[in-house]
């Protein structure tokens, strides 16, 4: 029974035009499972997000507003252990707690103001995906086991299917070749044409024109925003550029 009730979701999300009629089969998913609100998405600013970020969230709309202005995207100790572990994780639980910071603490009781009390947090880790989780805030009847498994997994499957039609929508990002991916990644650290030349045994004038080859796939008119748009769309990380 319950592979059938997984496959039964599974043909919905797969049969979805769109990332807001997937959203609407999940939620009501997650209320018929005993969540009072869920949030599958991207670990972003959610009312700005990046065009690839996935964001199915349906939390009160003064709380989003909240969570904006005061930029609680880089602190939320939520997003902090959902990229930290693999495996789900209660909002109450002390392990989860245990060494969290003032300001960290205050975002979980703001958020229990909110309406968002007690949670489960389903990680959600994918190489060619921005961090993110699914959070499913537990109704006032608590939530079944069973129901919480099932949930799991529904949440996975539910942020993959919204990936692939985001990025469906997005236009092909370039793909620098592996020696511009080297160059650039130089660049960001501050190294010229010379200095390139010296470290990859290239003349200066190769480096000049791979520079000029991952500048023009950007379109763009300088070096600086050639690095930035190679960081943001991760073909370089910024861990690759720290000297």
Same mark, same amino acid.
Request: proline residues 6%; contains cysteine.
């Given at each position: 029974? *319950?592979? +059938?009730?997984?496959?039964?979701? @599974? =043909?919905?999300?797969? &049969? ?7 959203? /609407? ?78 300001? *960290?603490? +205050?975002?979980?009781?703001?958020? @229990? =103001?909110?309406?968002? &009390? ?7 880790? /994918? ?86 080859? @991952?500048?023009?796939?950007? &379109? ?24």
């Amino acid at each position: 029974m *319950q592979a +059938r009730v997984n496959w039964a979701f @599974a =043909e919905i999300c797969d &049969g979805a035009a769109s990332v807001a009629d997937l959203q /609407a089969a999940f939620m009501r998913e997650m209320r018929a499972l005993g969540f009072s609100y869920a949030a599958c998405a991207s670990h972003v600013d959610p009312l700005k997000p990046p065009a690839e970020a996935v964001m199915m969230v349906d939390y009160p709309q003064t709380w989003l507003e909240r969570f904006s202005a005061k930029n609680y995207a880089t602190r939320d100790p939520v997003f902090r252990a959902a990229r930290q572990q693999t495996l789900p994780f209660q909002w109450s639980d002390v392990r989860f707690r245990r060494g969290l910071a003032a300001d *960290q603490l +205050r975002i979980l009781h703001e958020a @229990a =103001e909110a309406g968002l &009390g007690d949670g489960i947090t389903i990680p959600i880790h /994918a190489p060619d995906a921005l961090p993110a989780s699914c959070s499913l805030v537990i109704g006032p009847d608590g939530i079944d086991p069973l129901n919480a498994q099932r949930a799991t997994w529904f949440g996975v499957y539910a942020h993959e299917c919204a990936r692939r039609l985001q990025m469906a929508q997005l236009p092909a990002k370039p793909q620098l070749s592996p020696r511009e991916r080297q160059c650039v990644q130089l660049l960001g650290q501050g190294k010229d044409d010379g200095a390139m030349a010296v470290i990859l045994g290239l003349s200066e004038h190769t480096v000049h024109n791979i520079v000029r080859r @991952a500048m023009n796939k950007y &379109g763009v008119a300088s070096r600086v925003q050639a690095f930035v748009r190679a960081l943001k769309d991760g073909q370089i990380r910024l861990e690759d550029v720290a000297t």
